[in-house]
T-cell receptor, first 109, second 114 residues
Framework: GQNIDQPTEMTATEGAIVQINCTYQ??????LFWYQQHAGEAPTFLSY????GLEEKGRFSSFLSRSKGYSYLLLKELQMKDSASYLC??????????FGKGTSLLVTP | EAQVTQNPRYLITVTGKKLTVTCSQN?????MSWYRQDPGLGLRQIYY???????DKGDVPEGYKVSRKEKRNFPLILESPSPNQTSLYFC?????????????FGSGTRLTVV
């Protein structure tokens, strides 16, 4: 089966840096996605990693280590609007996209 | 504007009354999928379709049906809804099945079955 783990909740201060971790055990691997979801809204695409290393996109970066089954999403210069759920999703050997349960991030003043 | 459109956004219905949630995309995407999202359980795939007339079960297909007669439309049908199908539903589409195409999600349908 698929197993994707991320912390349930995190809290961080406005202007700070926060790292959201994701570990996975899936049948095969064809890439890892991070999505942002505000309460009651649709998930929106943040990043995609298929090779090891860091992908940077503005204030957001995502890292992947395939040998460790590990990824993280790094958010810099946190803003209040970054309060949301962050979903880790892994594309398996059958190309199905399997989602973790999400990490709820609260940014405080 | 490129988008995935779901209707309705909110629906309250009674047990056993058949309903259909529509999903339409205007991006000529081959791949479409339905998810339900419940607190503490995350997004779980109900059904997916790799192209017209090609559909397959996801992780939680029981109590649902789908059809893909046209590329743009992928309706979700609940023949006899039950209270355990109360959930937030998302339709998603992708250019193709697999790879780094990513998903575009609809705005969601919040369904309550009483």
């Amino acid at each position: 089966g698929q197993n994707i783990d991320q912390p349930t909740e995190m809290t961080a201060t406005e202007g700070a840096i926060v790292q959201i971790n994701c570990t996975y055990q899936t049948s095969g691997f064809n890439g890892l996605f991070w999505y942002q979801q505000h309460a009651g809204e649709a998930p929106t695409f943040l990043s995609y990693n298929v090779l090891d290393g860091l992908e940077e996109k503005g204030r957001f970066s995502s890292f992947l280590s395939r040998s460790k089954g590990y990824s993280y999403l790094l958010l810099k210069e946190l803003q209040m609007k970054d309060s949301a759920s962050y979903l880790c999703a892994v594309c398996d050997s059958g190309y199905a996209l399997n989602f973790g349960k999400g990490t709820s991030l609260l940014v405080t003043p | 504007e490129a988008q995935v459109t779901q209707n309705p956004r909110y629906l309250i219905t009674v047990t056993g009354k058949k309903l259909t949630v529509t999903c339409s995309q205007n991006m000529n995407h081959e791949y479409m999928s339905w998810y339900r999202q419940d607190p503490g359980l995350g997004l779980r795939q109900i059904y997916y379709s790799m192209n017209v007339e090609v559909t397959d079960k996801g992780d939680v297909p029981e109590g649902y049906k789908v059809s893909r007669k046209e590329k743009r439309n992928f309706p979700l049908i609940l023949e006899s809804p039950s209270p355990n199908q109360t959930s937030l539903y998302f339709c998603a589409s992708s250019l193709r099945y697999g790879g780094n195409y990513g998903y575009t999600f609809g705005s969601g349908t919040r369904l309550t079955v009483v």
